[in-house]
């Protein structure tokens, strides 16, 4: 039985993958997935977001280790949760079996601009710090990561952000840990699979791209999801992952 671990993104927990996680274990009927909220998001909410990432590693492990949930893991992780995989598994390389990230960026190998397309800055900065309405808030995230309009998702987002809150200053903490994190410039020992979208309007695709380039690893690309693939087409990132991980290496 092999261990997935499910990390999310900026603000989000691990409620808001949804149907994917349906999609995934349809594909692969005999893994087992867990899914984990950072610390100030989802069911951790009432706790400080850490503002390193390597901080928010640690508390990944502790929550597994009080799961009863050993190692090898294999990690699936998008935006700042990939981040996340990414020092996991630099900083205890024998704890992770595999990982795909999906649309992440990191320094030193993309530049701020690409990082976080700069049409969003002041639109995220207006979201933390006014307050917005959940609908508000849910609505304008959903514009941002999804190409495919999925209305239907946004009662249930909606629920979610009522019924745990994410705090401007953890939101913030969140984005603090995001911009100072740096990968590093030596490949990985762990297989890795880059998923991007070339229609994110969140990240640059040119992310994974060079990424892809400097760590010589596999990358797929959806030709017009949104920067949530796994919610614009769950399936394509299960089957993706599933021909990955089975083709001879």
């Given at each position: 039985?092999?261990?997935?671990?499910f990390?999310?993104?900026?603000?989000?927990?691990?409620?808001?993958?949804g149907?994917?996680?349906?999609?995934?274990?349809?594909?692969?009927?005999?893994q087992?997935?867990?899914?984990?909220?950072?610390?100030?998001?989802?069911?951790?909410?009432?706790r400080?977001s850490?503002?390193?990432v390597?901080?928010?590693?640690?508390d990944?492990?502790?929550?597994?280790?009080?799961?009863?949930?050993?190692?090898?893991?294999?990690?699936?992780?998008?935006?700042?949760?990939?981040?996340?995989?990414?020092?996991?598994?630099?900083?205890?390389?024998?704890?992770?079996?595999a990982?795909?990230?999906?649309?992440?960026?990191?320094?030193?190998?993309?530049?701020?601009?690409q990082?976080?397309?700069?049409?969003?800055?002041?639109?995220?900065?207006?979201?933390?710090l006014?307050?917005?309405?959940?609908?508000?808030?849910?609505?304008?995230?959903?514009?941002?990561?999804?190409?495919?309009?999925n209305?239907?998702?946004?009662p249930?987002?909606?629920?979610?952000?009522?019924?745990?809150?994410?705090?401007?200053p953890?939101?913030?903490?969140?984005l603090?840990?995001?911009a100072?994190?740096?990968?590093?410039?030596?490949?990985?020992?762990?297989?890795?699979?880059?998923?991007?979208?070339?229609?994110?309007h969140?990240v640059?695709v040119?992310?994974?791209?060079?990424?892809?380039?400097?760590?010589?690893?596999?990358?797929?690309v959806?030709?017009d999801?949104?920067h949530d693939?796994?919610?614009?087409?769950?399936?394509?990132?299960a089957?993706q992952?599933?021909e990955?991980?089975?083709?001879?290496?």
């Open positions: 039985m092999t261990s997935w671990i990390l999310r993104g900026l603000t989000r927990e691990g409620r808001h993958w149907d994917f996680v349906g999609q995934f274990q349809q594909a692969w009927p005999h087992t997935v867990v899914t984990l909220d950072l610390a100030g998001n989802g069911q951790l909410n009432h400080n850490a503002c390193r390597e901080d928010m590693v640690a990944c492990r502790q929550q597994l280790a009080l799961r009863h949930s050993e190692p090898p893991y294999h990690l699936l992780a998008m935006s700042l949760g990939a981040m996340v995989a990414v020092a996991w598994a630099e900083l205890h390389p024998r704890e992770i079996a990982q795909v990230l999906i649309n992440t960026s990191v320094r030193p190998f993309s530049p701020f601009y990082r976080l397309r700069p049409a969003n800055y002041v639109q995220l900065l207006r979201l933390i006014s307050g917005a309405a959940p609908e508000a808030w849910e609505r304008a995230i959903l514009q941002l990561t999804s190409n495919r309009g209305e239907a998702v946004l249930h987002w909606v629920t979610l952000r009522r019924a745990n809150p994410v705090s401007a953890n939101a913030l903490r969140q603090l840990a995001a100072r994190f740096r990968a590093p410039a030596k490949p990985p020992v762990t297989p890795t699979l880059l998923l991007a979208s070339a229609q994110d969140l640059s040119d992310c994974s791209e060079a990424l892809s380039r400097h760590w010589h690893c596999a990358l797929r959806h030709p999801a949104g693939i796994p919610l614009d087409d769950g399936p394509w990132v089957r992952v599933r990955w991980f089975l083709a001879p290496r």
